[in-house]
């Protein structure tokens, strides 16, 4: 079983800056990769950045020069550094991840969400 839990939301000024944080724990044999998503009010949801393995990174056209992704590996950890937030930010934040707990198993795996406010 893998879980993985986020950290980091909460109500922040516009241009101010936010840092997220997923730690995946469990039984992990490899992580193939890892994800932001945010969901605003009456939106759909939508990817935020994607760190790949072999390195390859994924951005939003609209977070991109803002937000930066990186991964801590040894402790399975991805982070979601955000600068210059704008109330159009403003959304539920969900780690996801590609994850496999055996050597033939790949699952994909959600966290529960943190919210981000920017407002003044």
């Known amino acids: 079983q893998v879980h993985l839990v986020e950290s980091g939301g909460g109500l922040v000024q516009p241009g101010g800056s936010l840092r997220l944080s997923c730690a995946a724990s469990?039984?992990?044999?490899?992580?193939?990769?890892m994800r932001w998503y945010r969901r605003a009010p009456g939106k759909e949801r939508e990817l935020v950045a994607e760190f790949a393995s072999g390195g390859k990174v994924y951005y939003l056209d609209s977070v991109k020069g803002r937000f930066t992704i990186s991964i801590d590996n040894a402790k399975n950890t991805v982070y979601l550094q955000m600068n210059s937030l704008k109330p159009e930010d403003t959304a539920v934040y969900y780690c996801?991840?590609?994850?496999?707990?055996?050597?033939?198993?790949?699952?994909?795996?959600w966290g529960q969400g943190t919210q981000v406010t920017v407002s003044s």
């Open positions: 469990g039984s992990i044999f490899n992580i193939y990769a």
């Open positions: 996801n991840a590609d994850i496999s707990t055996t050597y033939f198993s790949r699952d994909n795996y």
